[in-house]
Antibody
Framework: QVQLQESGPGLVKSSQTLSLTCTVFGGSVSSGNYYWTWIRQPAGKGLEWIGRIYAHGNTNYSPSLHSRVTMSLDMSRNQFSLRLDSVTAADTAVYFC????????????WGQGSLVTVSS | QSALTQPPSVSAAPGQKVTISCSGS????????ISWYLQLPGTAPKLLIYDNNKRSSGIPDRFSGSKSGTSATLGITGLQTGDEADYYC???????????FGTGTKVTVL
């Protein structure tokens, strides 16, 4: 059973860069069978898909965040990462990493989430 | 950028049935598989239904999914207090090249 765990700073200053890492246990980020995905959820609001990365390095990003997002893989550490530039208070949210199947794009395993607060 | 519309809330008494609708378009629900996710208070979402109507591991048959055209429906029968949660639909949008979630529905057991 695969497990995912987010890690990173809980507080980021406005205009700076948010960086989070997701460590995968019981599975491999080098597997060609899955996409590795980031999702976020502001307090009291719904889920927002941020983007995904594939083992070969291919990425898809949300059109609304595309200009500020970069995702990467570290196969040696079995991790994938999110970088969000020029953050504002609107980027304050719980950030989830998840595994997505290739064919039907099902988010079948999720991390527990990491709260990131953007301060002024 | 929610592209899928769900009712904000549904409610019913214990033992009763509720249905949650998810409305989209031809570029998302109309041409891709739909999934449903359950989010209990203070926890991460969990996969409930995938490939339109298949239950994820460990999910009881009280939960069912269906899809028709550009809409999908989640049904919950024999409602229990433990079913009180937020439910989200989700699917790939081929026009956006992005995954889209529904707006979310809160289920309340009266």
């Amino acid at each position: 059973q695969v497990q995912l765990q987010e890690s990173g700073p809980g507080l980021v200053k406005s205009s700076q860069t948010l960086s989070l890492t997701c460590t995968v246990f019981g599975g491999s980020v080098s597997s060609g069978n899955y996409y590795w995905t980031w999702i976020r959820q502001p307090a009291g609001k719904g889920l927002e898909w941020i983007g995904r990365i594939y083992a070969h390095g291919n990425t898809n990003y949300s059109p609304s965040l595309h200009s500020r997002v970069t995702m990467s893989l570290d196969m040696s550490r079995n991790q994938f990462s999110l970088r969000l530039d020029s953050v504002t208070a609107a980027d304050t949210a719980v950030y989830f990493c998840a595994r997505s199947t290739i064919y039907a794009v099902t988010l079948d395993s999720w991390g527990q989430g990491s709260l990131v607060t953007v301060s002024s | 950028q929610s592209a899928l519309t769900q009712p904000p809330s549904v409610s019913a008494a214990p033992g009763q049935k509720v249905t949650i609708s998810c409305s989209g378009s031809g570029s998302n629900i109309g041409s891709n598989y739909i999934s449903w996710y359950l989010q209990l208070p203070g926890t991460a979402p969990k996969l409930l239904i995938y490939d339109n109507n298949k239950r994820s591991s460990g999910i009881p048959d009280r939960f069912s999914g269906s899809k028709s055209g550009t809409s999908a429906t989640l049904g919950i029968t024999g409602l229990q207090t433990g079913d009180e949660a937020d439910y989200y639909c989700g699917t790939w949008d081929s026009s956006l090249s992005a995954y889209v979630f529904g707006t979310g529905t809160k289920v309340t057991v009266l």
